[in-house]
C-alpha cells in the first residue's frame, strides 16, 4: 500500500513530531508498504527514515519554530499539492500541534477526499480546544476539574481564582506536550504564568490543580487499552518528563483497582465517541486519593516515540509497535470502505 507520512510541521511540538514520524515510517516500510515521509514545514521535502539519526532530535525545550510559521504555514499547501500529484492509498499523519492536529490539514485532506488516519477535522478542532472540550465532557457525564478561560488582555477576578482554589494550572487552551504549562500556588504568580502561556495563543486556561495519581488510557478502535500511571521524577509531567529518557515512571498496567480502572476506560471512551474522535487516541486523568478522577483532554494524535504512552499499553495486550501501527492503519481504512 502507498502511505504518505506527515511529519514535523511548524508547533513548538515539531521535534516530537520528527520522532513520532520517522518511527511510524520505519514500521510501515518493515510491513512491506511504500512509504514517502514528507516535512510539511518545507512543503514536499522528503525525509529518508532509514536513514536518520532520532537519538537526539528532542531537546530539553520544545522546537522554536513557531517563530517561523507565519512564513512556513502555507507551505502545507506544496504538501498537499504533492499528494494530488503523487497519489497515495493513505495518509497517515504524524504531526503534534498547529494546523496537523487542530483540524486545518484533516479539512483539507477532507475536501479533497485524500484519505487519512485519525480524527477527522471537527474531532480534531475540539480534542485540541480544550475549553470547547470541557465543555463537552459535562454534557455527556465525563468528570473534568473546574476551570477558567481567559483571554489575552485580560486578567481572571480575585473571586474567580479564590472559587477554584489554589494551586491552579496554567496553560495554552490550544497546546500540547505541556508546552507553556505552569503549576501557580499564589495570586501574585498569576500575571507571569499568563504571559507565558499566551505566547503559544491568544487563549488560556486556568484550571484546578487536582492532586493525585497521573493516569491516562489509550483508545484503539473505540475501545479503552490497558491503563497506565505516569510517576515523573520531578512531581510534574512536563515537557522534559515526557521526552527524556529515565525522567519517568510508566506502571503498566496501572495498579489500581478494578472498579476504577474501569470507570476511567469507560469515561475514556465517552470522552473519545463525545468529540467524534476516529481510530485512535489518548485521555489523560487525575486520579485522587479518593478514587475521584477528572479527564483533562483528549489527545487526537498521540506520540509515537520511543517514550510514548499509547505503544506501552498496546504491549500490554501483545500488540508490537509495528502491530499498532497496522491495526491503526487498517481501523483507518475501514472507515473509508465499511464493506471491505
Not at 508547533?11 to 512509504?35: K, M, N, P
Not at 476539574?145 to 474567580?160: D, F, I, S
Not at 521526552?243 to 496501572?254: F, H, L, N, S
Not at 485512535?280 to 478514587?291: E, H, M, S
Amino acid at each position: 500500500m502507498r502511505i504518505a507520512v506527515l511529519l514535523g510541521g511548524t508547533s513548538a511540538e515539531r521535534d516530537v513530531s520528527l520522532v513520532t514520524g520517522i518511527a511510524v515510517a520505519r514500521a510501515l516500510i518493515a510491513l512491506g508498504h511504500q512509504v514517502r515521509a514528507i516535512d510539511c514545514a518545507y512543503g514536499d521535502r522528503e525525509i529518508d527514515p532509514q536513514a536518520t539519526d532520532v537519538e537526539h532530535i528532542i531537546g530539553q525545550t520544545p522546537s522554536e519554530i513557531e517563530r517561523q510559521r507565519r512564513q512556513l504555514d502555507r507551505n502545507i499547501l506544496s504538501t498537499v499539492q504533492f499528494l494530488l500529484a503523487e497519489p497515495v492509498d493513505l495518509v497517515f499523519i504524524a504531526l503534534h500541534g498547529g494546523y496537523g492536529e487542530n483540524g486545518q490539514l484533516q479539512a483539507l485532506l477532507e475536501l479533497l477526499q485524500i484519505p487519512f488516519v485519525g480524527s477527522g477535522s471537527l474531532a480534531s478542532a475540539l480534542g485540541m480546544n480544550k475549553h470547547l472540550s470541557k465543555v463537552i465532557f459535562k454534557s455527556q457525564a465525563v468528570p473534568t476539574a473546574p476551570w477558567l478561560l481567559v483571554r489575552k488582555g485580560h486578567l481572571p477576578r480575585a473571586e474567580q481564582l479564590e472559587n477554584l482554589g489554589f494551586p491552579v494550572v496554567v496553560k495554552p487552551n490550544e497546546q500540547g506536550s505541556t508546552v507553556g504549562l505552569s503549576v501557580v500556588y499564589r495570586q501574585d504568580e498569576v500575571p507571569e504564568a499568563l504571559n507565558r502561556a499566551f505566547q503559544y495563543g491568544p487563549k488560556v486556561l486556568v484550571e484546578k490543580y487536582i492532586p493525585g495519581k497521573e493516569i491516562t488510557a489509550a483508545i484503539l478502535d473505540g475501545g479503552s487499552l490497558p491503563l497506565i500511571e505516569i510517576v515523573p521524577q520531578s512531581g510534574l509531567y512536563d515537557y522534559q518528563a515526557k521526552y527524556q529518557k529515565g525522567k519517568t515512571e510508566y506502571r503498566v498496567p496501572a495498579p489500581l483497582d478494578a472498579q476504577i480502572t474501569e470507570q476511567i476506560q469507560r469515561a475514556a471512551e465517552r470522552a473519545f465517541a463525545a468529540l467524534g474522535c476516529a481510530d485512535y487516541a489518548r485521555v489523560d486523568f487525575r486520579l485522587q486519593d479518593d478514587g475521584q478522577f477528572y479527564c483533562l483532554e483528549v489527545n487526537t494524535l498521540p506520540g509515537m516515540t520511543p517514550t510514548s504512552l499509547v505503544p506501552k499499553a498496546a504491549a500490554v495486550l501483545g500488540l508490537s509497535f509495528n502491530q499498532l501501527i497496522e491495526k491503526i492503519v487498517q481501523t483507518a481504512l475501514k472507515r473509508y470502505n465499511p464493506s471491505a
